[in-house]
């Protein structure tokens, strides 16, 4: 299976400079060494009202990163402490039993 790697900053930056200069998605893709759909999927979700902007793509991703990491809910933090709380007292009482 391959494995997918995320554009650096710096990629993004290259991208905002292809794009101004009218270089071609074929071109910049040759020069990213990364596939046209990734730079057509790039503009697609990190473009904003100003056209393509490489700062702001990188903080948009992150945000969208963060909001993946954070995705437990309070009902979820709730059960995990249950969880943990039963397993530290079945081995509170294994260890009485020694």
């Known amino acids: ?6 554009l650096s900053q710096e990629e993004r930056y ?3 400079a292809a794009l101004k200069s009218k270089t071609s ?6 020069t990213l060494n990364r596939s046209r ?3 057509y999927r790039e503009r697609s979700r990190n473009q904003g009202k100003r056209g393509y902007r490489g700062k ?7 945000a969208r990163h963060y909001k993946r990491i954070s995705a437990v809910t309070e009902f979820g933090k709730g ?3 249950c969880l943990l709380r039963q397993v530290i007292l079945a081995r509170k009482l ?5």
């Open 37 to 39: 759909s990734t730079i």
């Open 14 to 16: 290259d991208i905002q």
């Open 25 to 30: 998605v074929t071109e910049l893709s040759r």
């Open 56 to 62: 702001q793509a990188q903080e948009l991703s992150k």
């Open 94 to 98: 294994d260890s009485c039993t020694l």
């Open 1 to 6: 299976m391959k494995q997918y790697t995320q």
């Open 79 to 81: 059960y995990i402490e």
